[in-house]
């Protein structure tokens, strides 16, 4: 169970006019002072400080002659307040008139906004603009936005496919960008574009976070003022001002005489927090591909000494990862097919689990979200309906592979849902599997009018949210959720998984600084890395990778005899017993030579440096930790500095008490 994250449900309180909403990991409050907006958003085994540094609100913007007013809804007191419930979920719900600073209303609107509160640590947000007349000159629009504390220190964006420049791809995040507070121009500002993001993660490295995703119909978002491209506004940037990160998502931000905003709208987003462990999660190592495509198809199942090796390492979960046609004899798990092998096929797969099952060794079979195969029951009569579309009247996206296709992306808001449920479950209620592995773990961007309720522009943010939760509940709080979320980090997802995979590029130069930030990200689910290698990498740069996924509290997700031997002769350290940890540019360790790594986990009394030499050559450097920001019990410490000589490919291990 140390590795499986629990939902926890939220509780409303009211306390005059503050409204708290907790669970076990976080807390957010409403002001009712303030327009019933959010006035605080606390990650509680983070720093359980407020991230949020002003309210939330809603804002319109209004040319009046020569002058510019901006009407906000945390001006003025929420007109009315009550609490709902949906499946046992808190529903908050206020009304608001937008006012300026003067306390001037915005005649003939009236603001709608009710927030679901999930028990995996998000919060559905509905605002709705309720017309009674006219309002002219609308020059800008604000909904949902932020102001958040300054000492964030990176972000991730996910564009939409319009700046995106794969548009078959799931609209990775481009850039991790570093955050500075304004000491450089990186935050000045971080990102602005004319359209508007999926969604925004800015976060403090293993720390907490927070992510603003917009509803899934995104056409809502489109149509508020015009159809016209290029008139919104996605923006971060570090504020002097209030001395914090001002977010806006905008869906309309263009400073011309007749806008107006004449009818009735509704517009929806998604605020999460992550839900941090009060300790660090715990290293899962290797769990990788049951099967052996290296060797002939008739020995691609393991054999009793490739699962002894697993037991020795340590290994607990594989996954039956094998959706293309590897030996080219198109005998693979087709996206959407049952059962996916031959009879004697089928026997060795269900001979495998009941021996992997008594050796206490789970295993996830692969499913794609996303791929549904031509040759799967079905697909003539249903991929046309359920087809993953980025332009009007465009083909079907297939995701080819060296031997044939993986299959044809589908859209979760389409009934593809269903039928991925049906499969799954077929699956699972027939096999000794004790979990699901998920790939194409994103949601994405569609214009497929056959589903939403014919949305013209939507993705499936909420759909992948519905599976994930569902597969929770299906394979029960002892059950694996597998995630591959290369490039799309999601808090309400990752929240939910009990191991996350990541980094499925190719790398350069091995480094300890190579891997993005979301290999350490936040301290909630086991995480791993892919070996992006090849087949030709030496056994040095097999441990030079598998060093650095440890600097950054990771493994790779491989079962090679050579990280085999890496993890069996790991030191055997208790992660666990820390609450916090940093990776290499983290700005808290630091050493005089780019081929050396150090990151450090520590807890009140007692920290636990890791040195890796990644050079193949002995290396003498000096470093130091700066204790002023492992918290107040070590702020008397003053920043430690040594050196250290380290021989070559060496990972060493220092405690300091």
Request: hydrophobic share 35%; proline share 4%; glycine share 8%.
């Amino acid at each position: 169970m140390k590795f499986h994250s629990e939902s926890s449900p939220y509780h409303l309180k009211r306390n005059d006019t503050r409204v708290n909403v907790e669970n076990a990991y976080t807390k957010w409050v409403h002001d009712l002072r303030r327009g019933g907006e959010l006035t605080a958003a606390y990650v509680k085994n983070g720093s359980n400080t407020n991230l949020l540094v002003s309210p939330q609100k809603v804002s319109i913007g209004i040319i009046e002659g020569r002058a510019y007013r901006q009407y906000s809804s945390d001006i003025l007191p929420a007109e009315s307040f009550t609490v709902t419930e949906d499946e046992s979920r808190p529903i908050v719900n206020f009304t608001q008139r937008l006012a300026n600073q003067e306390g001037k209303i915005l005649q003939g609107l009236t603001v709608s906004h009710s927030v679901c509160y999930h028990e995996w640590g998000y919060s559905k947000h509905v605002v709705k603009f309720d017309l009674d007349s006219v309002i002219e000159n609308v020059g800008q629009i604000q909904v949902g936005a932020l102001a958040l504390s300054s000492d964030f220190e990176c972000c991730a964006i996910r564009e939409g496919i319009a700046n995106c420049g794969n548009l078959s791809g799931t609209c990775n995040v481009k850039k991790w960008q570093r955050l500075t507070a304004g000491s450089t121009r990186d935050d000045l500002p971080v990102h602005l574009s004319n359209r508007l993001a999926l969604s925004v993660n800015i976060f403090k490295f293993g720390i907490e976070g927070i992510e603003f995703s917009l509803a899934d119909d995104l056409a809502a978002w489109d149509n508020v003022i015009s159809k016209k491209p290029g008139w919104q506004q996605t923006y971060l940037a570090y504020n002097k001002g209030f001395g914090g990160y001002e977010l806006r998502f905008c869906p309309i931000d263009s400073f011309s005489l007749g806008q107006n905003l004449s009818s009735s709208c509704m517009l929806g987003f998604r605020l999460a927090l992550p839900h941090v462990r009060k300790n660090i999660v715990p290293l899962r190592p290797s769990s990788g591909s049951l099967l052996y495509f290296g060797r002939s198809f008739e020995n691609r199942w393991p054999k009793p000494e490739d699962i002894e090796e697993w037991k020795k390492t340590g290994v607990t979960l594989m996954r039956l990862h094998n959706d293309g046609n590897a030996h080219n004899n198109g005998i693979f798990w087709h996206g959407g097919s049952y059962p996916p092998y031959p009879a004697d096929e089928m026997n060795k797969m269900d001979g495998c689990l009941n021996t992997l099952k008594k050796e206490g060794i789970s295993v996830a079979p692969y499913f794609s979200v996303k791929e549904f195969h031509p040759e799967s029951p079905g697909f003539k009569v249903n991929a046309g309906i359920w087809k993953r579309q980025v332009e009007k009247d465009g083909n079907m996206l297939h995701n080819y592979c060296n031997n044939g296709e993986f299959g044809v992306q589908m859209c979760l808001k389409s009934d593809w849902l269903e039928r991925r449920k049906a499969t799954i479950d077929q699956v699972l209620s027939k096999h000794l599997f004790n979990g699901v592995y998920y790939d194409w773990c994103a949601g994405m961007e569609c214009v497929n009018t056959r589903h939403a309720a014919g949305s013209l522009r939507h993705w499936d943010q909420d759909g992948l949210q519905d599976l994930l939760e569902w597969s929770h509940n299906r394979v029960g709080d002892l059950g694996e959720i597998y995630l591959h979320m290369t490039g799309v980090p999601n808090l309400a997802a990752e929240n939910l998984a009990s191991l996350v995979l990541t980094e499925e590029s190719g790398y350069g130069k091995i480094s300890p600084m190579m891997l993005t930030p979301h290999v350490h990200f936040l301290n909630i689910v086991p995480r791993q890395i892919c070996d992006m290698l090849g087949s030709n990498a030496t056994k040095t740069e097999r441990r030079k990778l598998a060093l650095c996924a440890l600097l950054h509290h990771a493994t790779v997700s491989s079962v090679h005899q050579d990280y085999l031997e890496f993890y069996k002769t790991l030191p055997p350290i208790d992660f666990t017993r820390y609450t916090r940890h940093t990776a290499p540019g983290e700005n808290i360790t630091y050493v005089d030579n780019c081929m050396v790594g150090l990151s450090a986990y520590w807890k009140k009394d007692e920290a636990l440096l890791l040195f890796a030499n990644i050079a193949d050559r002995e290396l003498k450097i000096e470093w130091c930790l700066n204790t002023s920001k492992l918290g107040q019990a070590w702020q008397k410490r003053g920043t430690l500095k040594g050196k250290i000589v380290l021989k070559p490919l060496e990972l060493r291990i220092r405690r300091i008490a």
